[in-house]
């Protein structure tokens, strides 16, 4: 894993972790679809891609400090009873 500068794990991260239309300012272009249809379509990927930064920093110390930005970059609230944990 030394063999590759940072960056270029930073960028496989990215890519591994990235739902289109689910960040500011994106979510502007399906504001029309915003509401049932927006969360059957965005919200299994949103559970999926949560797993996959979780992973990603369960792997070693150099993951976990490269990829801990990604697993608390955004936040999903999949309930409004969550709210209060917050």
Do not use: Q
Request: aromatic content about 18%; some cysteine; glycine content about 2%.
């Amino acid at each position: 894993m030394s063999r590759y500068p940072p960056e270029i794990w930073d960028r496989i991260f990215d890519v591994a972790t990235y739902v289109p239309y689910t960040l500011v300012p994106e979510i502007f272009e399906k504001a029309s679809f915003i509401g049932a249809p927006y969360n059957d379509e965005y919200h299994p990927a949103l559970r999926a891609t949560r797993a996959t930064k979780y992973n990603l920093v369960c792997v070693c110390k150099h993951w976990w400090y490269l990829a801990t930005p990604y697993l608390y970059g955004t936040i999903y609230i999949d309930s409004p009873h969550n709210l209060a944990s917050l």
